[in-house]
């Protein structure tokens, strides 16, 4: 990489840490808020997609008001499929979206890690937003107990506190923060930011923040790099804005241009990290 990177931004669930025991809470908590005759088909809908036997998958969109899933390329929608798996014709695509679409936190979801997959298979069988964000909290509380024990990356802390010095270290979820700080704690974490963005709003603020970001610290994008799991939350926004990208794909949706350096896991970018503080080495 032959700009020197003077600002990492990191997300936080997915990236910072690889524990996904939290989804099965989650999943559970939004199934109890169903009328028990959809309790059943909701699970078998969540094992499918876990499966990877649901149209319902990780990188597609979810449009909760025509119920439909779809997969999208830049904005265009490019394949539609019912609930039940039935592939739309072109032409129906054609008259259902003729424009481009854009994805929202409230009724155009990107599926773009696993917290959107009991979401909006709750919001199939008729839950609202308010549902599925309560039991987000209910799950974020849980997270927060000592019952909920997560397990650090294997010398992530020591890599952010070589760093830090030399690279300002900025942390940027859409998580709320009394339950991240505490996840930043059990992971060991939270004295190695320099900054932390809570509720950031990502995708539709993703742009607006990083020229924030740009601006606090008076670097150019190409001086900043955007590190995360989630491809439309963290990276195509940064991306487009001239940023640096890792991209953290476990879920396998992306290839070898989603980003400037794509991985499995966080653990397997350190090094590169580690050189982006002390080129020479
Ligand atoms: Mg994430």
Redesign the pocket.
């Known amino acids: 990489m032959s700009t020197t990177i003077k600002v990492i931004v990191f997300?936080?669930?997915?990236?910072l840490y690889e524990d996904t025991h939290h989804f099965a809470y989650y999943a559970k908590r939004i199934e109890e808020k169903l009328s028990e005759d959809k309790r059943e088909k909701f699970r078998s809908d969540y094992e499918a997609v876990l499966s990877g036997h649901h149209p319902l998958k990780i990188g597609s969109v979810y449009d909760v008001q025509r119920d439909l899933i779809l997969l999208v390329r830049d904005g265009v929608v490019k394949e539609a499929y019912h609930w039940d798996g039935t592939k739309l014709t072109a032409n129906e695509i054609q008259t259902i979206y003729p424009n481009k679409i854009t994805v929202n936190l409230d009724n155009m979801f990107s599926i773009?890690?696993l917290?959107w997959v009991p979401s909006s298979i709750g919001r199939h069988y008729g839950l609202n937003n308010e549902d599925t964000y309560q039991a987000f909290l209910e799950t974020r509380k849980y997270m927060m107990s000592p019952q909920f024990q997560m397990k650090p990356i294997n010398g992530l802390l020591e890599t952010l506190t070589e760093i830090r010095d030399d690279i300002k270290l900025v942390l940027m979820?859409?998580s709320p923060k009394p339950d991240s700080e505490v996840i930043l704690e059990k992971l060991g974490l939270s004295m190695c930011f320099h900054k932390k963005i809570f509720e950031a709003g990502k995708p539709v603020k993703t742009a607006e923040r990083f020229e924030w970001i740009a601006r606090i610290y008076a670097v150019r994008f190409d001086e900043i790099m955007s590190v995360?799991?989630?491809l439309l939350?963290?990276i195509i926004p940064a991306r487009n804005l001239g940023c640096k990208t890792i991209y953290i794909d476990s879920h396998k949706i992306g290839n070898e241009e989603s980003a400037d350096i794509v991985v499995d896991k966080l653990k397997d970018s350190l090094e590169v990290l580690r050189k982006l503080a002390n080129p020479l080495h």
């Open positions: 997300d936080l669930d997915g990236t773009g890690d917290w979820t859409n995360g799991d989630n939350n963290d």
